[in-house]
């Protein structure tokens, strides 16, 4: 399974660039959370626009964007 996963984030991952030209590399704004579960699928990993449902419970998952561009806001 594991491998599974990581073959096709890596196969994601160079369509991405392959697209962008370049860049970060990294197009990841945030990643879907099921908080329950805590489950966490990036929002590059998922294909639409909407809401994945969480693979364990089937809940919808909620949206949390990346702190690495703010930085620490306490
Ligand atoms: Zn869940």
């Known amino acids: 399974m594991e ?3 990581n ?15 370049g860049g970060t590399g ?3 704004k945030g990643a ?6 805590a489950e966490r699928i ?7 626009e909407n809401s994945p449902d969480c693979p364990d419970c089937g809940a919808a998952m909620e ?3 990346s702190p690495s561009s703010t930085g620490c806001a306490c």
């Open 26 to 28: 990294d197009n990841s």
């Open 7 to 21: 073959l096709r984030e890596t196969l994601k991952a160079s369509t991405e660039s392959a697209n962008r030209g």
């Open 3 to 5: 491998f599974v996963s």
């Open 32 to 37: 879907y959370w099921c908080h329950d579960c």
């Open 42 to 48: 990036r929002d590059v990993d998922v294909e639409g």
């Open 63 to 65: 949206f949390e964007r």
